[in-house]
């Protein structure tokens, strides 16, 4: 009786130990921004984030690095927004940002301040945004809508970095998309993640 059992036990045996070879920490690794398809984008510049190559997936952000684990104080001061996209509609976005920066971290039960003694600072980078051109609008996808795309780099009071986040976001006009995009990312700094 026990070479049947033992015979009938030797498949789920083989398939656990197949299980366990593929299951080595490099299988198990995050993917990164850097080996994405979004990293391969000729129009999205990759100038402002110190440690694009340690971006992993997001949360509710796209791309995010929290070197230390979730960030553990409440208040934050926001500077304006800059932009190294290209075109006047990158410009604007930028204009949008701290406003909605404040705006989202203030849901997610931060303190936003308007000047020194915050617990972080946080930069805002646009480098991409786009209107949708005619044919894109008729026949939809990605391009029916505009879109942006965000970085911020957020530092502690001595100045080290404790995140980075990498968003692209749609909406019905670019104002629209920079507060969809801000959105998800301060629901990313609040969960760490």
Same mark, same amino acid.
């Given at each position: 009786?026990?070479?049947?059992?033992?015979?009938? *036990?030797?498949?789920?045996?083989?398939?656990? *130990?197949?299980?366990?070879?593929?299951?080595?920490?490099?299988?198990?690794?995050?993917?990164?921004?850097?080996?994405?398809?979004?990293?391969?984008?000729?129009?999205?510049?990759?100038?402002?984030?110190?440690? @694009?190559?340690?971006?992993?997936?997001?949360?509710?952000?796209?791309?995010? @690095?929290?070197?230390?684990?979730? *960030?553990?104080?409440?208040?934050? *001061?926001?500077?304006?927004?800059?932009?190294?996209?290209?075109?006047?509609?990158?410009?604007?976005?930028?204009? @949008?940002?701290?406003?909605?920066?404040?705006? +989202?971290?203030?849901?997610?039960?931060?303190?936003?301040?308007?000047?020194?003694?915050?617990? @972080?600072?946080?930069?805002?980078?646009?480098?991409?945004? +786009?209107?949708?051109?005619?044919?894109?609008?008729? +026949?939809?996808? +990605?391009?029916?809508?505009?879109?942006?795309?965000?970085?911020?780099?957020?530092?502690?009071?001595?100045?080290?970095?404790?995140?980075?986040?990498?968003?692209?976001?749609?909406?019905?006009?670019?104002?629209?998309?920079?507060?969809?995009?801000?959105?998800?990312?301060?629901?990313?700094?609040?969960?760490?993640?």
């Amino acid at each position: 009786m026990s070479s049947n059992v033992a015979r009938k *036990l030797l498949p789920l045996f083989a398939a656990a *130990l197949v299980l366990v070879a593929f299951s080595t920490p490099a299988a198990l690794a995050q993917k990164t921004f850097l080996s994405s398809d979004d990293a391969k984008e000729r129009d999205e510049p990759q100038k402002f984030l110190p440690d @694009y190559d340690k971006l992993v997936k997001g949360k509710d952000a796209d791309w995010v @690095y929290f070197p230390d684990g979730a *960030l553990k104080g409440k208040s934050f *001061l926001v500077k304006e927004f800059v932009n190294n996209g290209k075109g006047r509609e990158a410009k604007e976005a930028a204009s @949008y940002g701290k406003e909605y920066m404040e705006q +989202w971290l203030q849901k997610q039960g931060f303190d936003v301040v308007d000047k020194g003694g915050a617990d @972080y600072t946080v930069e805002g980078n646009i480098f991409n945004a +786009w209107e949708p051109s005619g044919a894109a609008r008729v +026949w939809g996808g +990605w391009g029916a809508n505009p879109g942006v795309g965000i970085e911020l780099l957020i530092k502690n009071k001595s100045g080290a970095i404790v995140a980075e986040l990498r968003q692209k976001s749609k909406g019905s006009t670019i104002h629209d998309a920079v507060e969809n995009g801000l959105e998800d990312c301060a629901k990313s700094i609040a969960k760490g993640k």
